[in-house]
């Protein structure tokens, strides 16, 4: 739920259209993420130029949140070069990318985050899984929940430049455009839906202590209950994450994020807003493990 050179983080969204705010940059499938910054009557003026390590930071972060950022406006990522071949085809020798392994799930818990993963592919496979559905949830619109969310996530050395950025990126502005009150708040009756949910990863590259993993997501984003002007809608996205060993676990470096593989949609008829608020409330999440 919930917005270079690598696209360290959010900058990366991606879309296939030149008449919209995500089309394709230079061919490379990225897109460019429009941060709520002033009068939303009024095109965005581009930020003052900021430290590429600040920048790519809040690029990557934000690209997590490119479905709330596209529902808020709207009326390939580049992976390793260097893919090492650890991700394994469907029918090739051993586990294909999303079958199970037999190995018991990750036990630790960072708050309400996994945590503790084990120092090998299956592990950092879990991590970022487990890291997109948090960078993804709507407990990012909160302040304080979001500042939680990227300590457990990402390797210390980013977090505080990311922190900043992001506070400012989540202005009343943004939030008005999602259909929330200026400090973040949900309007009275309404339910914010902010959600990923992971399909399968893919290691793209890997060493000792740093693994390349995508993560092919479904996603919910919207405004749910009675007067809903922005309804729940589903994406589809691709996170690819770098990860680094940091302190006995894996954490984010940075990441970056492509839109699809997308499937035909189905023929199942739209649920009530009522029926979706009860289902977000009323069904819980899940901890990923290969």
Same mark, same amino acid.
């Given at each position: 739920?919930? @917005? ?5 983080? &959010? ?34 003026? &581009? ?12 690029? /990557? ?8 950022? *596209? ?11 260097? #893919?090492?071949?650890?991700? =394994?085809? @469907? ?7 999303? %079958? ?13 985050? #996994?945590?503790?993963? #084990? ?13 997109? !559905?948090?960078?993804?949830? +709507?407990?990012?619109?909160?302040? %304080? ?10 390797? @210390? ?10 506070? &400012? +990126? ?8 999602? /259909? ?16 990923? !949910?992971?399909?399968?990863? =893919?290691?793209?590259?890997?060493? #000792? ?8 997501? $479904?996603?919910?984003? /919207? ?5 809903? $002007?922005? @309804?729940?809608? %589903? ?8 990860? =680094? ?5 894996? =954490? ?11 499937? !035909? ?15 977000? %409330? ?6 990923? *493990?290969?």
């Amino acid at each position: 739920m919930s @917005p270079g050179d690598e696209h360290d983080y &959010r900058g990366m969204d991606q879309g296939g259209r030149t008449d919209d705010p995500y089309s394709t940059l230079g061919g490379t499938r990225q897109t460019r993420t429009r941060l709520p910054d002033g009068d939303t009557a009024t095109p965005h003026a &581009r930020r003052p130029a900021r430290s590429s390590r600040s920048l790519v930071t809040v690029v /990557g972060i934000v690209v997590l949140l490119i479905a709330a950022i *596209a529902f808020a406006n709207r009326g390939g990522g580049n992976s390793d070069d260097e #893919a090492t071949g650890n991700g =394994k085809k @469907p029918g090739a020798a051993g586990p294909a990318p999303t %079958e199970a392994t037999g190995t018991k799930p990750v036990q630790g818990k960072n708050g309400t985050i #996994a945590s503790g993963f #084990a120092h090998d592919e299956q592990g950092a496979q879990s991590a970022a899984a487990n890291y997109a !559905v948090a960078l993804g949830s +709507a407990e990012m619109f909160d302040a %304080e929940a979001r500042q939680g969310i990227l300590q457990a996530t990402h390797d @210390p050395s980013v977090v505080g430049s990311l922190q900043t950025d992001l506070d &400012r +990126a989540y202005s009343p502005d943004f939030y008005k455009n999602v /259909g929330l009150n200026e400090d973040g708040s949900t309007p009275a009756g309404l339910t914010f839906v902010s959600r990923t !949910v992971p399909v399968g990863t =893919k290691v793209i590259a890997r060493s #000792a202590d740093t693994a390349t993993v995508e993560v092919w997501c $479904t996603g919910l984003v /919207g405004m749910a209950g009675q007067g809903s $002007t922005k @309804p729940v809608a %589903e994406t589809w996205f691709t996170i690819s994450e770098k990860l =680094k060993w940091v302190e006995g676990d894996w =954490k984010i470096e940075s990441s970056t994020q492509a839109e699809g593989p997308t499937p !035909v949609s189905g023929d199942n008829r739209a649920s009530t807003a009522d029926d979706i608020a009860g289902a977000v %409330e009323g069904y819980g999440g899940f901890t990923y *493990a290969r």
